[in-house]
């Protein structure tokens, strides 16, 4: 399956891929959802709540995945394997760290992903975030970097970490410093945020997206 999904060769489908998979391509994204918590909330506590959940997210997702998983595991990443390393696509030279189980990648984004969809409640805007999350990980298999399970169990971690940061520390902390209030709106989600705002966030991501695109071309 991983020679499968490996990269083929082509020149433009490496750099687009390699665009794709840094972070500082999609710094873009996290500031526009920044914006979206900042302007959606009342009290800089539920701001600094939302953001210190999204933060929390993240070290969870990572300590777990390049702390403690990769060194326990310690299983080859498929471009450090000896056995196939010589076989593996990779674009640029760049055969990452050692080790590959599980991909922090894959954690990273789809714990960001959970919460945020648990936080906005908007249907669209969780299409879009996960599938942002899986394009990521793709990223990790063409570019040689991880295995399907490193991807999978990745993304399993991460969906647990976003589940239990929401409901076992955002919400029963939310409740304490916040008042109730029942959104019925057809302008804003459930939980208070604005359609308007949440269609600005997918319009980065997409023009990110198509940003990327274009410089994989030149």
Same mark, same amino acid.
């Given at each position: 399956m991983f020679f499968l999904l490996n990269g083929g060769g082509s020149l433009f489908? +490496?750099?687009?891929?390699?665009v794709l998979t840094s972070g500082l391509t999609w710094i873009p994204l996290y500031i526009a959802l920044v914006c979206l918590v900042v302007k959606n909330n009342e009290t800089m506590q539920q701001i600094i709540l939302v953001v210190g959940s999204a933060a929390l997210c993240i070290f969870l997702s990572d300590v777990m995945a390049d702390l403690i998983m990769k060194p326990l595991v310690g299983r080859f990443r498929p471009? !450090? +394997?000896?056995?196939i390393k010589y076989l593996v696509h990779i674009a640029n030279s760049v055969r990452g760290s050692d080790y590959g189980f599980f991909s922090? /990648?894959?954690? !990273?984004t789809m714990?960001?992903?959970?919460?945020? %969809?648990? *936080? $906005?409640?908007?249907?669209?805007?969780? &299409?879009f975030m996960v %599938?942002?999350? *899986?394009? !990521? %990980?793709?990223?990790? &298999?063409? *570019?040689?970097? /991880?295995y399907p399970l490193d991807i999978l169990c990745g993304l399993a971690w991460g969906t647990l970490v976003g589940l239990g940061v929401y409901y076992l520390f955002y919400s029963r &902390?939310?409740?304490r410093v916040s $008042?109730?209030?029942n959104y019925v709106s057809s302008q804003y989600t459930s939980t208070g945020y604005s359609l308007l705002d949440i269609n600005i966030v997918l319009s980065v991501l $997409?023009?990110?997206f198509v940003v990327a695109l274009i410089l994989s071309l030149i």
């Open positions: 489908m +490496d750099e687009f891929m390699s471009s !450090n +394997d000896p056995e922090a /990648h894959a954690a !990273n714990s960001l992903a959970v919460f945020l %969809c648990l *936080l $906005v409640r908007n249907k669209t805007f969780n &299409i %599938c942002w999350s *899986l394009v !990521n %990980c793709y990223t990790r &298999i063409y *570019l040689g970097l /991880h &902390i939310y409740r $008042v109730k209030i $997409v023009l990110t």
